[in-house]
Nanobody, 126 residues
Framework: QVQLVESGGGLVQAGASLSLSCVASGLVFFNNYHMGWFRQAPGKEREFVAAIRWIGGSVYYADSVKDRFTISRENAKNTLYLQMSNLKPEDTAVYYC??????????????????WGQGTQVTVSS
């Protein structure tokens, strides 16, 4: 049974930093999966935040988080990270990690991902 478990969310003030983690279990070879972070704010659709290729480490970011967020992975620990800095109130959302068995291209569409975590709340106050 595949499980993705996010942690690290919380309430912070604008300008602060926060680090999210996602531990995967049940995936046959974690390093065969592209991994992504998505977020969903109240009343809005789930949106792409960042993704990292299964091998080679290529990373992709939404324009809204580029230069503020950093995605990384530690395959030996089956763990995905999202380091967030200079947080803004508009970053407030539930953040989800997702796994996609390695296709040729790293997807940014949520529908392309096979497995999802339960989400962790990030709230940024002004």
């Amino acid at each position: 049974q595949v499980q993705l478990v996010e942690s690290g969310g919380g309430l912070v003030q604008a300008g602060a930093s926060l680090s999210l983690s996602c531990v995967a279990s049940g995936l046959v070879f974690f390093n065969n999966y592209h991994m992504g972070w998505f977020r969903q704010a109240p009343g809005k659709e789930r949106e792409f935040v960042a993704a990292i290729r299964w091998i080679g480490g290529s990373v992709y970011y939404a324009d809204s988080v580029k230069d503020r967020f950093t995605i990384s992975r530690e395959n030996a620990k089956n763990t995905l990270y999202l380091q967030m800095s200079n947080l803004k109130p508009e970053d407030t959302a539930v953040y989800y990690c997702a796994a996609q068995f390695a296709a040729a291209m790293v997807p940014t569409r949520s529908s392309a991902y096979h497995y999802w975590g339960q989400g962790t709340q990030v709230t940024v106050s002004s």
